[in-house]
């Protein structure tokens, strides 16, 4: 049996691909956006308030986080639609810092069995004891998180094999293009927002759930700017892609002790690497095409 | 068919497009020819809704489509390809193709989420079969973006075409050729894609025009100076003049 220490790595890995999964669900269609990680912060504290202070069972809350996480993902992306490139990356990231700096402020506690109970402004929330009050093991914990990230990647793969996946391909190749074949891109860029931020609110409240203890400043731009860079270095052209992002993050650069107090610099410098080499990642869209037409030649072989 | 009333598009100093009148007649193939800089490509911009003119009209079936966007032309029924290629570049072939049918029905949830390529689709034959009219069926599982020029022109004018349009614009589908692969491209027009088909032709080369134009209008620094059969229009001193200007 893997050590806790493994199994923390490996079931944040799990978590972290959820937000790397919704970044990249964007950038597939185009839009880089520095402002994921509020998605993944309001399902975190909307996902820990329902369990923790409203008894909630916890898929309830995981769908209600997300759902909540999805909700403000359309409306912001029903702000920004007629914004593109860096307009809308800048946009999202005064988003995300409005969510995290509302955070700070957010204070919202109920006394239970005796004690005040709930997220206190920058002093966090950090009473989340689902797991304990339901002894529920660290490696049944990462189970479970490897249970969610499976689902969102079956849901992904049929996504992209569908006509809707086909679409955001499209958005993400030419948005005039597209227009030109008859589709109206509000519809398509708002879907993929609301997917996008739904994923992203997965991860936030299992991360919650997981960690037991949230803050703000967790949500911070880094945690943005590291969802996008994992799809940038894994690949867009396979929802594995930005998997094997944050497998190269966190499951190597993070977890060897060898890049201690290193590890941003061999990071900033490896996707720095990856933009001007590959700048659609390992398996971009051309590869995983090769990978897969080879693959067909061996089978029917 | 189309016909477009005095229609005027300014950008900011410049006056691309000056009071223009013009017919397009239904089943034939008309072609649209001019200096470089005549307003061309954006009277083609202001047909698929680009972009909107100043002023006057562009009747569509007798429908004024001025304020129409984009995708709305398109399902109205105009297609068009474009002078700088655009192609779905990451995409197949065949992916390009099937692109353009996805909005053929108004989508429904349960459309989209469905594969796009099922074999029960009869959208998949319908980009089979255009492939096939372009010659390109054997490329359909190449990546869009590695097919070199005269094929990347001839996946664009079956992306226009399959979803058989009541208008199809053609910005140039010469653009770069040799004058073999103008030829060829010439015939495929003529022989193929045309034939009861209402086309507007954007060119320079006035052999393709000769070639497959039944109907001609100039355009010179934005406003028409000619319009009627070619043999009759290219023949006209103040059309020779705007292409090999004044002794």
Redesign the interface.
């Known amino acids: 049996m893997p050590n806790e220490y493994v199994l923390t790595i490996i079931s944040n890995i799990g978590m972290i691909s959820l937000i790397a999964l919704s970044a990249y669900l964007l950038l597939v269609t185009g839009q880089i956006s520095f402002g994921q990680q509020a998605f993944f912060g309001i399902s975190a504290y909307a996902g820990a308030i329902a369990t923790t202070l409203w008894g909630w069972p916890f898929w309830l809350a995981l769908i209600f986080g997300s759902g909540l996480a999805g909700l403000a993902a359309g409306l912001i992306g029903l702000l920004t639609l007629r914004i593109s490139g860096m307009y809308f990356s800048i946009a999202t990231l005064a988003f995300a810092e409005m969510i995290r700096l509302s955070l700070f402020e957010l204070t919202y506690q109920i006394e239970i069995d005796g004690e005040l109970i709930g997220p206190n402004g920058a002093e966090g929330f950090g009473e989340i004891r689902w797991i304990f009050d339901h002894d529920i093991s660290v490696l049944e914990y990462t189970l479970l998180i490897y249970a969610v990230l499976l689902l969102v990647l079956v849901g992904m793969v049929l996504l992209e094999r569908s006509r809707l996946g086909m679409i955001f391909r499209m958005l993400g190749s030419d948005a005039l293009l597209t227009k030109t074949q008859g589709l109206s891109p509000v519809r398509y860029k708002i879907s993929a927002a609301v997917i996008a931020g739904f994923i992203a609110g997965l991860g936030g409240t299992l991360y919650a759930h997981s960690f037991t203890y949230i803050e703000p400043q967790i949500f911070n731009v880094m945690l943005g700017v590291h969802s996008l860079a994992y799809g940038l270095i894994g690949g867009l052209g396979t929802v594995l892609g930005p998997l094997i992002g944050v497998a190269i993050d966190i499951g190597f650069l993070e977890s060897i002790r060898i890049f201690q107090g290193y590890r941003m610099i061999v990071f900033g410098g490896l996707v720095a690497v990856m933009l001007i080499f590959m700048p659609r990642g390992i398996l971009d869209e051309a590869r995983v095409y090769w990978i897969k037409a080879v693959a067909r030649r061996w089978f029917n072989a | 068919m189309l016909e477009l009333r005095s229609v005027s598009k300014v950008f900011g100093e410049l006056s691309a497009l000056h009071q223009v009148d013009l017919w397009i007649p239904p089943g034939r193939v008309s072609g649209l020819i001019g200096p470089n800089g005549s307003g061309k490509t954006t009277l083609v911009n202001l047909i698929?809704g680009?972009y909107a003119p100043d002023t006057g009209q562009i009747l569509f079936n007798g429908v004024d489509i001025v304020g129409l966007?984009?995708?709305?032309i398109?399902?109205f029924g105009v297609?068009?390809t474009?002078q700088n290629i655009?192609?779905?570049?990451?995409?197949?072939v065949l992916?390009n193709v099937?692109?353009?049918l996805?909005?053929?029905d108004n989508?429904s949830w349960r459309?989209?989420?469905?594969?796009?390529?099922s074999a029960d689709d009869p959208r998949l034959n319908m980009a089979l079969k255009a492939l096939e009219t372009v010659e390109l069926q054997n490329e359909a599982?190449v990546?869009a973006g590695?097919l070199p020029l005269p094929l990347r022109r001839r996946l664009e004018i079956a992306?226009a075409f399959v979803?058989d349009p009541e208008l199809l614009l053609l910005d140039e589908p010469s653009g770069g050729m040799t004058p073999t692969e103008t030829a060829n491209v010439a015939s495929l027009i003529r022989e193929r894609i045309a034939p009861g088909r209402t086309c507007l032709v954007i060119e320079h080369k006035m052999d393709l025009i000769s070639d497959v134009c039944q109907h001609l209008c100039v355009l010179n620094h934005g406003e028409k100076i000619a319009e009627g059969p070619p043999g009759t229009v290219l023949e006209q001193p103040q059309v020779i003049e705007a292409y090999l200007g004044r002794d």
Do not use: N, V, W
């Open positions: 698929t680009i966007t984009a995708d709305q398109t399902r297609a068009r474009f655009r192609i779905f570049s990451r995409m197949t992916e099937l692109a353009a996805i909005s053929l989508p459309m989209l989420l469905g594969y796009a390529k599982g990546i590695e992306r979803r």
